[in-house]
């Protein structure tokens, strides 16, 4: 169909489905980086929740590209202190966020040990890590 | 006459070779100099891993913590046995209103054994505020290459 044949409120209107398009899809974008994993370590660290943790990280990934948001729910009775973290060999991309909730009691006695990554001999070129630690 | 002629020539031309000459003796130089390094590079990596650029981004925040008798670490990073042509590494961490007794804390660790960086660019930032510390030790930011 030639330009000429289009209807005249098309011809005039058609940048306004590709400004909405321009607005809403970076809002899709935006929305999906808001999903993480929850961990509930409140309980301790049975292996359970370890393997939890090291799975959530991407011990088990398949892509070259490893990006997770975990929030990590613990008690200062039972502190966070987990294992460092080897990657596979093929990931080359590592983006990191970690947020470890402390929930409100007792000082904590117990160690914190958190976004811990162990790259022997097979690197990433990019590794992002952001870890927040917050009491209450 | 003739032979006058050729040899004027052959004078012209050996005139124009020699920069030439003169030129492909740098040539040379640089090739055997790229030669040796990669021979040294490749004797370092014989178990090792060869990396271009390996970018690291630490960003570590700790708000409203009461710690007693124990250690916290956030954001480790290991790296052995590795050749990283460029390293650029950038940190970041805040703490603030938080009480510590007796404590260690590490913040931002990049700790390289067996490892070598050719260029390397770190750029770091820690802030402490509000905070009450009895015989604690912090380490933020910390890049140790061995």
């Given amino acids: ?136 | 006459m003739k032979t006058l002629k050729l040899l004027t020539a052959t004078a012209f031309a050996a005139g124009l070779l020699l920069p030439l000459s003169a030129h492909a003796a740098p040539q040379n130089a640089k090739q055997f100099k790229n030669a040796m390094q990669n021979a040294s590079q490749a004797r370092l990596n014989r178990n090792g891993s060869n990396i271009l650029r390996f970018d690291a981004d630490q960003n570590a925040t700790m708000t409203e913590v009461a710690a007693l008798n124990s250690s916290i670490r956030a954001n480790g990073l290991h790296v052995d046995d590795s050749l990283i042509s460029n390293l650029d590494t950038d940190q970041d961490a805040t703490v603030r209103q938080t009480a510590m007794t007796n404590s260690s804390m590490v913040l931002n660790s990049v700790d390289m054994t067996r490892a070598r960086s050719v260029t390397t660019e770190i750029d770091q930032d820690a802030t402490v505020r509000k905070m009450s510390a009895v015989n604690s030790s912090i380490a933020a930011n910390t890049i140790s290459i061995r």
């Avoid at chain 1, 321009?22 to 301790?44: C, E, V, Y």
């Avoid at chain 1, 959530?56 to 502190?79: C, E, F, L, Q, Y």
């Avoid at chain 1, 914190?112 to 022997?120: E, S, Y």
């Fill in chain 1, 1 to 136: 169909m030639k330009r000429a044949d289009m209807p005249t409120p098309i011809r005039t209107f058609w940048f306004v489905p590709l400004a909405l398009a321009t607005l809403i899809l970076p809002g899709f974008g935006h929305a999906q980086s808001a999903r993480f994993t929850l961990i509930d370590a409140r309980n301790g660290l049975t292996p359970e929740v370890k393997q939890a943790y090291a799975e959530a990280i991407g011990t088990d990934a398949s892509s070259a590209m490893v990006k997770n948001r975990i929030k990590i729910i613990a008690s200062p009775r039972h502190g966070a202190d987990f294992d460092a973290i080897d990657l596979p060999a093929h990931v080359r991309h590592v983006d990191l966020d970690i947020s470890l909730i402390l929930q409100a009691g007792p000082p904590s006695s117990e160690p914190i040990n958190l976004n811990h990554l162990r790259l022997a001999r097979r690197a990433p070129n990019r590794v992002s890590q952001k870890t927040t630690i917050q009491g209450r």
